[in-house]
């Protein structure tokens, strides 16, 4: 079974310019998270869909972050424009269960420095 | 604020030896995960617990609950160098289904 797959890996990019992150959830799997994780803290959860709705995204700094999943499954996170503290790894996780927290498969994640 | 939290922040011990790292929590909770982060990689999911459940065993892993105290702790037995790595708690709260909060870890070191 593949995994979750995340592009691209690293991104460097200036300040005020525009990031996008992709994100290709595991076959079947309904429910996509995406987190910040600053270094050394924890994940932070951003927003999450179960399908294309988003059932949580109060964590999610709207005026700069926007994110989707069309058709229920890749999702895109785009930051516009970016801050310095933006700088962090974004991990793309997914499960098969909604309601009770399933076991969430995590991808690689995107690590991205904003000079 | 973080609603779990994981401690000691790190530790270090010797190929062999035991580890051992808790998490608290403040709220009531569905069920609590353990999570292992290797360095540069994404998490990996090691065991989920029930709130109805004391503990529960996965190999060298041995994770127990306790709902009074809102706290559970993540014994690893015999520990190898591969297990050096942060281990992560993260809750599921009670009413806030579908959603898990992240402690910000105990980055765990195993020397040969």
């Known amino acids: 079974e593949a995994g979750v797959a995340q592009s691209p890996r690293y991104k460097i990019i200036e300040k005020r310019q525009s990031v996008a992150f992709w994100c290709n959830p595991i076959?079947?799997?309904?429910?996509l998270y995406w987190y910040q994780q600053i270094l050394g803290q924890g994940p932070k959860l951003l927003i999450q869909f179960q399908n294309n709705g988003v059932v949580d995204d109060s964590q999610l700094p709207k005026d700069r972050f926007s994110a989707e999943r069309l058709k229920g499954v890749d999702s895109t996170l785009k930051i516009q424009p970016a801050k310095l503290e933006d700088s962090a790894v974004y991990l793309c996780?997914?499960?098969?269960?909604?309601?009770?927290?399933?076991?969430?498969?995590f991808g690689p994640g995107t690590r991205l420095l904003v000079l | 604020s973080q609603q779990g939290e994981e401690d000691p922040q790190a530790l270090s011990i010797q190929e062999g030896e035991n580890a051992t790292m808790n998490c608290s929590y403040k709220?009531?909770?569905?069920?609590l995960q353990w999570y292992r982060q290797n360095s540069g990689r994404g998490l990996v999911h090691l065991i989920l617990?029930?709130?109805?459940?004391r503990e529960k065993h996965s190999g060298r892993l041995r994770v127990t609950l306790d709902t009074s105290k809102k706290s559970s702790s993540l014994l690893i037995t015999a520990s190898r160098a591969a297990d050096t790595a942060s281990y992560f708690c993260a809750t599921d709260a009670r009413g806030n289904a579908g959603k898990s909060t992240f402690g910000d870890g105990t980055t765990l070191t195993v020397k040969p």
């Open positions: 617990i029930r709130s109805n459940e």
């Open positions: 076959s079947g799997h309904a429910t």
């Open positions: 709220t009531s909770i569905n069920n």
């Open positions: 996780a997914s499960s098969l269960t909604h309601g009770q927290v399933g076991t969430q498969y």
